[in-house]
Nanobody
Framework: QVQLVESGGGLVQAGGSLTLSCVAS????????MNWFREAPGKEREFVAA????????YYADSVKGRFTISRDIAKAMVTLQMNSLKPEDTAVYSC???????????????WGQGTQVTVSS
């Protein structure tokens, strides 16, 4: 019903910035939350940030608060994650996900993108 496609991953030096984008296509509901999660090798999937589509309320993990900003473009059905002051520990595969009834919990997401690699060098 919904397809999510991420873009913007890459290699960046510590202290640098990257912008990730996730575009939704297909049947989309305005009540969905849009989320970013990340997963590093050997670690569990970790919540990064979320935005409630209808009202724009945002949520952030403590580890990224103040450095990352999530936003939405309603006309483009796009959610963006602006990542600043990147650290090596931010290295992970970043995935966007849509949830129809919740945010922040990966097990409760309804749709997932394929993921994009972010690598931050020391």
């Amino acid at each position: 019903q919904v397809q999510l496609v991420e873009s913007g991953g890459g290699l960046v030096q510590a202290g640098g910035s990257l912008t990730l984008s996730c575009v939704a296509s297909g049947r989309t509901f305005s009540t969905y939350s849009m989320n970013w999660f990340r997963e590093a090798p050997g670690k569990e999937r970790e919540f990064v940030a979320a935005i409630v589509w209808s009202g724009g309320t945002t949520y952030y993990a403590d580890s990224v608060k103040g450095r990352f900003t999530i936003s939405r473009d309603i006309a483009k059905a796009m959610v963006t994650l602006q990542m600043n002051s990147l650290k090596p520990e931010d290295t992970a595969v970043y995935s966007c996900a849509a949830g129809g009834s919740s945010w922040g919990r990966p097990g409760e997401m309804d749709y997932w993108g394929q993921g994009t690699q972010v690598t931050v060098s020391s």
